[in-house]
C-alpha cells in the first residue's frame, strides 16, 4: 500500500461507556440488551467484542456509535458526550467522526463501487478527495473495479467496498458489526487485513463484533459479553483460548 496522502488525520480518539443500559420493551416486562457496561477503550485500539447471539453486541456497537440512544449511562468518544447531544449534533458528529461497517455492506444497488465509497461525504455535503479516494480503492483492493455496481462483485470485494465507504470521511472510530460474517473464512481474513492496515495507518480505534475466534485474536484485545454484560476481557489470548471461552459463554 502505497503512503497516505493525507497527514492531517484525527487520531487519538478514545472510546468510553459508563453504565450503559438499554432497555426495550417486551409486553408486561423489559428486556435488557445492555445492562449497566462500563468499558474504556484506549485511543488506537482495536477491540474485538465477542458473546452468545443475543447478548447485546449489537446494542453496545449501535449505541457507542450514537446509532441508537442508551436508557442509561453515560458514553463518550473521545471530548465528545453523546447522550445530550442533539438528534442534529448526533448526525454531523457521526458522519464526521465515526465510521460504521455492516454485516450485510448495505451498499446502494444502482450505485457504483466509487459512487457508493463517496455517499457519506455527499450527504455531508463535503467535496471527494480524489487522491485519498485512488489510495482507499487501492488499499481495499478494489482498484479498477470503481465503476462496478454491487451486483457485480462478490461478497468479499463488496465488503471491501463498504469498508472504503466508511473510511473516506477519515473517521477516528470504526465500528463494525459482523463484517466477516457473511464472508467465507479466507475472504474474512483478507477483508480484516485490510480493516486492520488501515486502521493502524489512520491512527484509528477500532471497534469489531465477531463469532470468529480467529478474527477476534487478531484484535489487540477481546471484550466478551452475556446477557447484555462485561463477562470478561481478554488480551493476547490464542484462538484456541478464545474459542474455549465463547463456547463456555454460550452454555
Ligand atoms: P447480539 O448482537 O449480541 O446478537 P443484540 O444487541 O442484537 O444482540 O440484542 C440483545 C438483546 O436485545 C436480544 O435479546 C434482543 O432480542 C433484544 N433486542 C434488541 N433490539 C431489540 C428491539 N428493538 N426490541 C426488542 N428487543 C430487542
Ligand atoms: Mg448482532
Known amino acids: 500500500m502505497s503512503p497516505s496522502p493525507t497527514t492531517a488525520l484525527r487520531t487519538g480518539t478514545s472510546v468510553r461507556l459508563h453504565g450503559v443500559t438499554k432497555t426495550h420493551p417486551n ?35 449501535n449505541c457507542a456509535a450514537g446509532l441508537d440512544t442508551p436508557t442509561s449511562g ?18 454531523r458528529f457521526r458522519r464526521d467522526r465515526i465510521g460504521f461497517i455492516f454485516q450485510s455492506y448495505n451498499l446502494v444497488d444502482h450505485l457504483t463501487v466509487t459512487e457508493n465509497v463517496r455517499l457519506p461525504l455527499l450527504l455531508g455535503g463535503a467535496r471527494p478527495d480524489p487522491a485519498w479516494e485512488r489510495y482507499l480503492l487501492e488499499a481495499v483492493g478494489l482498484t479498477g473495479m470503481e465503476r462496478r455496481l454491487p451486483r457485480e462483485l462478490s461478497g468479499g ?46 491512527g484509528q480505534t477500532v471497534v469489531l463484533v465477531t463469532h470468529d475466534a480467529a478474527v477476534a485474536a487478531a484484535a489487540d484485545e477481546v471484550v466478551f459479553l452475556q446477557d447484555g454484560r462485561l463477562a470478561g476481557r481478554v488480551r493476547g489470548a490464542s484462538v484456541d483460548e478464545i474459542a474455549l471461552r465463547i463456547s463456555e459463554l454460550a452454555r
Open 27 to 61: 409486553g408486561p416486562s423489559l428486556v435488557r440488551a445492555l445492562d449497566g457496561v462500563t468499558l474504556d477503550l484506549a485511543a488506537g485500539s482495536f477491540t474485538a467484542v465477542m458473546g452468545p447471539s443475543g447478548s447485546g453486541k449489537s446494542t453496545l456497537l
Open 74 to 91: 453515560r458514553i463518550a468518544i473521545g471530548d465528545t458526550e453523546l447522550v445530550g447531544l442533539s438528534p442534529d449534533q448526533l448526525t
Open 157 to 202: 470485494q463488496a465488503q471491501r467496498a463498504a469498508i472504503a465507504r466508511a473510511l473516506i470521511a477519515r473517521p477516528a472510530v470504526v465500528f463494525a458489526d459482523e463484517p466477516t460474517g457473511a464472508l467465507d473464512s479466507r475472504t474474512g481474513a483478507q477483508v480484516l487485513s485490510v480493516l486492520r492496515t488501515t486502521a493502524q495507518e489512520l
